[in-house]
């Protein structure tokens, strides 16, 4: 990948994201994305699972690094490297990393792709291109595209895995990270209360109140 999205709006474009997944889906088991911005008193974490094996984890650091780590299950990539293709992956990371590295939540013997920003306007290092397997597709590009791609973008993964059609226009706000109304809410999924999402929804996304 070439070209990867600011700190600051890789951060509000998952917070979105999490906003969005968590008023289709509620009960957490049955969404793809999520963000907690307590994972630790120095990080936030933006993650992605889709319950068929594909998913990514991104760490956002208050000293300005961010870092990322991901599996595609159907890739070229993991196909051929599977376990040393995690462990060339890990030896990526520089030593101020290596606890993202070896964090043991991110699942890192099962990894197909990786990378970081040391500092907020650096480039993006990607992992795979410093390793034996730097000519196979990890699935990246796939599963990271909602992180650079439009709203309509999210309309149409809506369509596709909630089987439901959800406005353009709606998306678009929570994409600007917008005060949230019930008439949004309702305009997603009417089944959802704010009562029942509030919590998760302000205090551990961290979605702006007002």
Known sequence: MNFFPSNPYLIQRTKALAALDLIMSPEWDGRYYSFNCAWSPSEQMASMRDGCGDEWWIVFHTDGWAALKGLGHKSPAWSKGREQLSTDLQRT???ELVAFATEPAFRWDATSFAGYRRHPHSDWIW???LTRFSALDGGESELLSLLSGTPQDYVDFAASYYETDVPLEIV???????????DMISSLN???EL?????ELFDEIAYPRN
């Open 127 to 129: 992992s795979r291109s």
């Open 172 to 182: 678009e706000r929570f994409f600007g990270l917008a005060p949230i109304t019930m």
């Open 195 to 199: 009562s029942a999402i509030h919590t």
């Open 190 to 192: 009417p089944d959802t």
């Open 93 to 95: 990371f520089p030593p």
